[in-house]
């Protein structure tokens, strides 16, 4: 698959904020990996500057986890500790900072969360990545979706598929294809239904099916890490269905580099990241 041209990083009078900016919301008390592999990947995948941001009571363990090349941002947060829906105040002050959000991994669905999910889906202007608890979140309240000011990728597995649509997930297996199609002409977004031979569906009727990866893949994080990859080139300003398109098969194709040489049975999400660069080169 050719590249985009901003991949081939060929102008030398660029900088990182020519590159986008991602803001990954995600995280809670006992899931700060999300957040972490999330931000990663963005970076590995051309991001020019990617900030973490997570409930304040969490900012400074965020720290200590996360790679130093990612920045951190401290939200309000409720009294479970994760995001508050004032956390949305904080951040529609300096929206126009970020070229993509990532919101959903690791968030946890409490009440005050799950409005503060509703407002950003919503309102963000820009291009955003709706991923596994903003899903869930979702599920509860669709109708925000077509009412989004900017694009919205949606990475479901058949299980949050079958949530947002209330049919089984034995109906979403049998009918991949037409479910994922029908949702995304229906609430103008583009979906990336996860599995094996993902399914790349766009708001204006095309599909795509891709090829490769493996079940070694079936691993914690590893949805997180592809989440943070399409975010990266919505940031580098790549439209909305090539973007999922190309981090789908970008994301496959480590994870086959990393089953090689690590075998199936012993990939990790860290070795999905760690095999990005040689992909995009």
Not at 97 to 109: D, Q, S, T, W
Not at 114 to 134: L, N, R, S, T
Not at 149 to 176: C, F, Q, Y
């Amino acid at each position: 698959m050719p590249l985009p041209s901003v991949l081939l990083r060929r102008n030398p009078n660029l900088n990182k904020k020519d590159f986008g900016h991602v803001l990954v919301v995600a995280g809670s008390q006992s899931m700060l990996g999300a957040a972490a592999l999330c931000s990663l990947s963005a970076m590995r995948a051309g991001a020019g500057l990617v900030t973490a941001a997570v409930a304040k009571s969490l900012n400074l363990t965020l720290q200590k986890k996360i790679s130093p090349v990612v920045m951190t941002l401290s939200l309000a947060q409720n009294s479970n500790g994760t995001l508050s829906l004032k956390a949305f105040d904080d951040l529609k002050e300096i929206f126009s900072k970020f070229n993509a959000v990532v919101i959903g991994p690791g968030m946890g669905l409490d009440a005050s969360t799950c409005q503060f999910i509703y407002k950003m889906i919503e309102h963000f202007p820009g291009p955003m990545v709706v991923d596994a608890d903003a899903l869930n979140a979702l599920a509860k309240n669709v109708k925000v979706l077509p009412r989004a000011k900017g694009p919205r990728i949606l990475t479901p597995h058949e299980g949050e598929m079958s949530r947002l649509i209330g049919r089984s997930t034995k109906d979403v297996k049998a009918n991949r294809k037409e479910i994922a199609l029908y949702f995304a002409l229906h609430n103008n977004c583009t979906v990336v239904l996860k599995g094996h031979r993902t399914l790349i569906a766009s708001a204006y009727g095309k599909v795509v099916v891709n090829t490769n990866g493996n079940v070694g893949m079936a691993t914690a994080g590893s949805g997180d890490v592809l989440t943070g990859v399409i975010a990266a080139f919505l940031a580098q300003g790549i439209a909305p269905f090539e973007a999922a398109r190309l981090g789908v098969y970008c994301h496959g194709k480590a994870g086959d580099l990393a089953a090689k040489a690590k075998s199936k049975a012993s990939l990790i999400a860290t070795d999905i990241i760690d095999y990005l660069p040689k992909v995009i080169r």
